[in-house]
């Protein structure tokens, strides 16, 4: 799941969580709406962590194979074969 989806989820939460009124036999639409919320934001919120940490890394590949590992693209690359 990716970012879109925790929003989606987040905001069909609060749909159910404030604005449905409707009343389900055993069933508390609105707290089902405030866990999808809750959940949604979690998942945006793992997903856009997980985004921003995995573009962090940039490999440099010179074709024949050597391939370098920078962590901080503002440091020249090391010449460690991988």
């Known amino acids: ?13 609060a749909v159910l969580a404030f604005a ?3 009343e389900v036999a055993g069933v508390d639409v609105q707290t089902i709406g ?6 949604g934001l979690a998942i945006a919120l793992i997903a856009a962590i ?9 490999v440099y590949d010179d ?5 370098r590992v920078v962590s901080d693209p503002a440091t020249p690359p090391d010449s460690a074969r991988i």
């Open 20 to 22: 449905v009124t409707a």
């Open 1 to 13: 799941m990716g970012i879109g989806a925790g929003i989606l989820i987040a905001a069909v939460g």
């Open 34 to 39: 405030v866990i999808m919320l809750i959940a």
């Open 50 to 58: 997980a985004t921003t940490a995995s573009r962090r890394r940039v």
């Open 63 to 67: 074709g024949v194979g050597t391939r």
